[in-house]
């Protein structure tokens, strides 16, 4: 297998169907001694509704929305739109 000027390499095929690697799959190269191993990255685990939850719950009432309501908070991060606030 050839590395090319811009340091890639192409996975063979039956490499990539035993791994399950598909376009977009993460890979890492980890080198052992002098090999170097390809491994597909482990996706990351899905937090469950209730992790979910939980972080919301945690943040609950750390920021500081200076007394405006949820559109008056989103409206001023956002900041002025020069296609609805023109004048």
Known sequence: MR??????????????????????????????????????????????????AAHFEAMRGTIDTQGMDGKEFIDWLRGPRDDLDAG
Request: proline share 10%; glycine share 8%; hydrophobic share 35%.
């Open 3 to 52: 590395v090319t000027e811009k340091g890639q390499v192409t996975i063979p095929k039956p490499i990539r169907d035993k791994l399950g690697i598909v376009p977009g799959s993460e890979v890492e190269f980890v080198a052992e001694g002098a090999e170097v191993h390809l491994r597909k990255r482990a996706d990351p685990p899905c937090l469950t509704e209730e992790e979910i």
